[in-house]
């Protein structure tokens, strides 16, 4: 059974898809009494509380973190030490502190040393997103059969552990606790390759269209589709790139053999190994939407 956990505040830095989806979750849920919103764009903190995804904000990060029991930080990845180191003289004793970046092990690197005894830091990666951004994106529906991703260290306490567990379960999501390295190398693979792909794709075919050649009005669904996620936030995932870069370069060269190994094929019209990797593919494909459809 779920630990059952009820904050008087939360503060949310990054008032965005994920901060804010996760203050309608806990509100909706009657779990928090109080959220205040943190962030640098004054529209999007007025929209938030307009929506009801917070109920005060500010710009200043140490004013915002005052008295409260559970910050979450959903800033781009690499503002978040700079963010939490910002936080720490206003956070009271006991504070839980979590993330919400794609990549770990780097983050946990710069924030641990930093933080005093009284303060809990659990690290947390909800696998959940749109192509949106901002308040305006935010839904509570969210995490509902997502995972979320949480990679505790030696320090982090058992107890805060729980509670962020618990809000993220509260959320609808499966929680799932492994080592910070692994996580970076999974990622890198099923969520950072795709994204770079997807921007490289839609930057090639604007190549060919600033040679003059007019090929976008002739993209149909599947263009559309496969490169949605070109349209997610290119200061997030560039930051991404930074944090993660080993794992990101390593996925790349193996993809770069894989498209290699598929252009000889071409340019040999080996269509016998080309229907086998295709065949393999639309395997593996069918298999993975069978076991969702099976959850």
């Given at each position: 059974?779920?630990?059952?956990?009820?904050?008087?505040?939360?503060?949310?830095?990054?008032?965005?898809?994920?901060?804010?989806?996760?203050?309608?979750?806990l509100k909706q849920k009657g779990m928090v009494e109080s959220v205040a919103g943190i962030g640098r764009g004054?529209?999007?903190?007025?929209?938030?509380?307009?929506?009801?995804?917070?109920?005060?904000?500010?710009?200043?990060?140490?004013?915002?973190?005052?008295?409260?029991?559970?910050?979450?930080?959903?800033?781009?990845?690499?503002?978040?030490?700079?963010?939490?180191?910002?936080?720490?003289?206003?956070?009271?004793?006991?504070?839980?502190?979590?993330?919400?970046?794609?990549?770990?092990?780097?983050?946990?690197?710069?924030?641990?040393?930093?933080?005093?005894?009284?303060?809990?830091?659990?690290?947390?990666?909800?696998?959940?997103?749109?192509?949106?951004?901002?308040?305006?994106?935010?839904?509570?529906?969210?995490?509902?059969?997502?995972?979320?991703?949480?990679?505790?260290?030696?320090?982090?306490?058992?107890?805060?552990?729980?509670?962020?567990?618990?809000?993220?379960?509260?959320?609808?999501?499966?929680?799932?606790?492994?080592?910070?390295?692994?996580?970076?190398?999974?990622?890198?693979?099923?969520?950072?390759?795709?994204?770079?792909?997807?921007?490289?794709?839609?930057?090639?075919?604007?190549?060919?269209?600033?040679?003059?050649?007019?090929?976008?009005?002739?993209?149909?669904?599947?263009?559309?589709?496969?490169?949605?996620?070109?349209?997610?936030?290119?200061?997030?995932?560039?930051?991404?790139?930074?944090?993660?870069?080993?794992?990101?370069?390593?996925?790349?060269?193996?993809?770069?053999?894989?498209?290699?190994?598929?252009?000889?094929?071409?340019?040999?019209?080996?269509?016998?190994?080309?229907?086998?990797?295709?065949?393999?593919?639309?395997?593996?494909?069918?298999?993975?939407?069978?076991?969702?459809?099976?959850?």
């Open positions: 059974m779920a630990k059952t956990v009820h904050f008087k505040k939360i503060a949310i830095i990054g008032v965005g898809l994920i901060g804010g989806s996760l203050s309608l979750v004054l529209e999007n903190l007025q929209t938030a509380k307009r929506l009801g995804v917070v109920d005060s904000f500010t710009q200043d990060v140490s004013e915002g973190v005052k008295d409260a029991d559970l910050v979450v930080v959903a800033t781009p990845v690499l503002k978040i030490a700079e963010t939490i180191k910002k936080a720490l003289p206003s956070l009271k004793e006991g504070c839980i502190i979590t993330d919400v970046g794609s990549v770990k092990e780097a983050l946990i690197n710069q924030i641990e040393p930093m933080l005093p005894a009284s303060v809990h830091f659990v690290p947390g990666h909800p696998i959940a997103g749109t192509e949106h951004s901002g308040a305006e994106a935010a839904f509570p529906e969210l995490f509902i059969n997502r995972k979320c991703i949480l990679t505790p260290t030696e320090k982090t306490g058992p107890e805060a552990l729980n509670i962020v567990k618990a809000v993220w379960e509260a959320a609808g999501s499966q929680v799932v606790v492994m080592d910070a390295a692994t996580h970076d190398s999974i990622l890198a693979a099923v969520s950072h390759l795709p994204h770079m792909i997807a921007y490289s794709l839609v930057n090639a075919i604007g190549d060919i269209e600033a040679k003059g050649t007019d090929a976008l009005s002739y993209s149909a669904g599947g263009f559309k589709d496969f490169t949605r996620i070109a349209s997610s936030s290119p200061e997030m995932w560039s930051d991404i790139c930074a944090l993660n870069k080993n794992s990101i370069v390593s996925v790349i060269e193996d993809f770069q053999a894989r498209l290699e190994k598929l252009k000889n094929q071409i340019k040999a019209s080996d269509l016998k190994c080309i229907k086998e990797d295709f065949e393999r593919a639309k395997n593996i494909r069918d298999s993975l939407l069978q076991r969702q459809n099976n959850k």
